[in-house]
């Protein structure tokens, strides 16, 4: 049985123009990706937030986050496996003009992620490069798994300008709609607080694909970025944050300090 649908696999060369195209940075959106089955399966099996390996609520992010695939259900694995294996890698390579990609096997590969009312992930780059691995973050995909989601839910992804000064694209966060886009220094993205009835949660399915670092790639962690909206005071608390745990990060990385980075997870 496939698991990613073959329309998906077929239309490559116009998934690459529309690659290409996406603003403000480049980025697709792809509706019913998955096999109608496996996506549902993965629905119905989705673990409860409690069963999530990570827990995030702080001043920039309120959501859940785990890659237990060991004790999901089988088809969460059978999902990585899909999008790990060489068909579907070259199929990445040839959309987004990245190679070679690889999907590492491990919590910043892949996994779930999980927020409940309330959720919030602030405004974002992602970090440049696996402090394991010591290889680059070039592209991220998410599909998301929200049967009936209503846009007064809130939780759009986001897609914001360089100076994170304008909002310029927003993706409701519907049911086997996959999102994939481009990280660089200048891709931030992140979704606004949601507000849901009791028992729904926003729920995604996500893969970080990586290619060797170049010589003027230079590491750093997440870098949250406040919403022109946000309080002075929560612009204060953010940029002396990100500062100084992104300094503690990089001389971590730069002493080759690989055990600490799972610690500080």
Known sequence: MAVIRQAVLDNREQFRQQFDAGKPYRNIVIDNFLAPEVA?????????????????????????????????????????????????????????????????????????????????????????????????????????LNPDWKPEYGGLLELWDPRVERLEYEILPLFNRAAIF????????????????????????????????QADVKYHDTIFKPRPSDSRMKKTQTAVKESSKNLIKKSIQRLGLKSLFEKFE
């Open 182 to 213: 481009e990280c660089n220094d200048v891709s931030y993205h992140g979704y606004d607080k949601i507000s849901v009835p009791e028992r729904v949660t926003r729920k995604s399915f996500f893969a970080y694909y990586y290619s060797p670092i």
């Open 40 to 144: 549902q399966s993965l629905y119905d099996h989705f673990p409860k937030v409690e069963d999530m390996r990570k827990h995030y609520s702080n001043l920039n992010e309120k959501k859940s986050e785990g890659s237990s695939f060991d004790v999901w259900h089988p088809d969460f694995n059978r999902v990585r496996e899909a999008i790990m294996g060489p068909e579907f890698v070259a199929w990445m390579e040839h959309v987004t003009g990245f190679k070679p990609l690889e999907l590492p096997d491990d919590h910043r590969g892949s996994g779930l992620h999980q927020g409940t009312d309330g959720s919030y992930l602030d405004i974002h780059v992602d970090f440049s490069i696996h402090p394991i691995r010591n290889i680059h973050r070039r592209l991220n995909l998410l599909i998301f």
